[in-house]
């Protein structure tokens, strides 16, 4: 079938193959998008996954917790320049959409596009939407915002937030401990910190969903056959390509960042704190 040049610029854009490579790919996949994707993953073409609605537009990610740290929020707001998004009057807004997220039990364990609740009451004020809200920043603002994404955890453990480069970057984390103490929370700071710089997509290997597992399989099955390994040797060099997936992936076994010698996972361990991470929630700048 005949494909069109955008979506050939758009699947280089994801992966980072030749153009030439990207319309075969395409092509081959009867314009599937993610089919092409992963036929160029399984050739060894694709060299970056990037996403493909990555945004360039500026803003911020803000978190707001309750004071017994059992709710909390992660939000990406946007606007148009950088000028804006440093405005305190921007910031003032981020800051009431986040409590408004808090302030609903509707919004209970609830992740999704802001679209999703723009229409909800404003909490302070019920004869106002919280869209009402932001178009009324609009108007005194002027330049155009838009709340991109939110994320709320209600958890029985606690919860921890961290905001990096000046709200780039914004990682909320779910977490059990025996009790809340300051050595606690430095722990699960720098485990937040981790997250916000190595970009782990599962906490544990346990927890990557069996779907996954398949697919990644299947992939690396293809790359090794494509290299020319025997057959009866494939699937043990699969099982060792899946130890740097998840050495990239699983936040419990990426290297960790302050020190490489020793697993996330070990350094929770040899903490004896009795630190669990439950899950977490990583927004970037730009929809990464």
Sequence with gaps: MA?????????????????LDCKKALEEAQGDLEKAKEILR??????????????????????????????????????????VARNDEFKALAQKVARHILALEENTDREGSGEEI?????????????????????????????LSRFCRYDTQGYLHSYIHGGGRIGVLVDFSADELSDEVLRLVQDVAMQIAAMRPEFVSVESIPEGVLQKEREILREQTKAEGKPEHIIDRIVEGKLKKFYQEKVLLEQAFIKDDKKSVGQVIKDSGLGVVINRFCRFELGGI
């Design 3 to 19: 494909v069109s040049m955008q979506d050939v610029k758009k699947l280089r854009e994801m992966t980072g193959a030749g153009m």
């Design 42 to 83: 399984k050739k060894g073409l694709a060299k970056a996954e990037k996403k493909a609605s990555r945004e360039t537009k500026e803003g911020v990610i803000h978190a707001q917790l309750s004071e017994d740290r059992k709710k909390g929020v992660l939000i990406e707001l946007n606007c148009e320049t950088d000028f």
């Design 118 to 146: 723009t229409g909800q009451n404003f909490y302070e004020d019920e004869t106002k939407t919280l869209g009402d809200l932001i178009k009324e920043a609009v108007a005194k603002i002027g330049e155009n915002i838009r």
